[in-house]
């Protein structure tokens, strides 16, 4: 009988490291999913015509959810004297006041969006929060 709670005992602390390792890093996480989703989302619309029909609608509706995700992870939601506060980093803005740099991101054109002829939504809001050194 000592082995199983043993086994019990590391999975725990394996749990428990692994746990603390990710919330240490919690922002280079957010960062590689900014990073990472849009190459998923770009190879996937190249490929996608390779797959059968009942995997696409499946893998479609996991990117959805992953897009999701990671556009409302940045949010930050706590109870303040009773009362609910959101508070997220979107702010709209007129054309002439962002910066160039930032419109000349937003209009890049990917390797996959030239080869495809589309011009997709950029999202762009982490490189902001990085470049304006916020914190949310």
């Known amino acids: 009988m000592p082995v199983p709670i ?31 989703l849009p190459k998923v989302r770009a190879i996937w619309e190249a490929t996608k015509e390779m797959v059968p029909h ?9 990117l959805d959810g992953a897009e999701k995700l990671v556009r409302t992870i940045h949010q930050l939601a706590y109870k303040k004297d009773g009362q ?21 991101r937003v209009e890049q054109r990917g390797f996959f969006d030239t080869l495809l002829n589309r011009n997709p939504k950029k ?14």
């Open 6 to 36: 043993l086994l019990w005992v590391v999975g725990a602390l394996a749990a428990l490291i692994g746990g603390a390792a990710l919330l240490r890093n919690w922002n280079a996480v957010i960062n590689w999913l900014y990073d990472f």
């Open 54 to 62: 009942a995997a696409r609608i499946l893998v479609e509706k996991y």
């Open 84 to 104: 609910w506060v959101e508070k997220t980093t979107t702010r709209s803005c007129p054309e002439d006041t962002v910066p160039d740099w930032v419109r000349e």
């Open 123 to 136: 999202d762009i809001t982490r490189e902001i929060e990085n470049q304006l050194q916020l914190e949310v």
